[in-house]
């Protein structure tokens, strides 16, 4: 199975995975281990606290709390299998909506100021979705 997973990241979704390896690349010196066959790379930041997935490469920051970082994890793996779907079109379906629902300050207000949730946006409620269908896990809330 890991096998399949690999050739499917590596060749339909080459173009994430390129992006992810170029990032894995630059924390070569970060604490890396395997989570479900993704390759987990944990790093420090000041200004940011989550992740952030490309192909299957899982980047999150640290510390952080065990559930969260246990939802995270979940949370970041569904990209990875949006990844194995979406193929080439992920950056534009997936990555793109999604660097912008997380970091652009109007949304981020509001999300904030309506309490609307992160998952609201559709590739973000299909990624909890997706991974706590492949993983078999449930996350303790919603990210």
């Keep these: 199975m ?10 339909w979704g080459i173009l994430q995975n390129l992006a ?25 930041m000041k200004r940011f606290s ?14 952080m709390e065990p559930r969260t970082e246990h939802d995270i994890l979940i949370h970041e793996y569904g990209h ?8 080439p079109v992920w950056s534009l379906v997936v990555g793109l909506p999604s660097m912008l629902w997380c970091n652009l300050p109007p949304f981020q207000r509001l999300r904030r ?5 992160y998952s609201r946006l559709y590739c973000e409620g299909w990624a909890n ?8 896990e ?5 990210v």
């Design 2 to 11: 890991k096998l399949w997973y690999y050739l499917v990241q590596f060749t």
């Design 20 to 44: 992810g390896c170029f990032w894995f690349l630059c924390c070569l010196r970060k604490k890396h281990s395997i989570y479900h066959g993704a390759i987990l790379t944990r790093v420090r």
């Design 50 to 63: 989550g992740g952030w997935t490309f192909g299957c490469f899982i980047f999150l920051t640290e510390p």
């Design 80 to 87: 990875t299998i949006q990844s194995l779907i979406l193929g």
């Design 113 to 117: 100021r309506k309490g609307i949730p």
């Design 129 to 136: 979705r997706l991974g706590q269908k492949v993983l078999k």
């Design 138 to 142: 449930k996350q303790y809330r919603d």
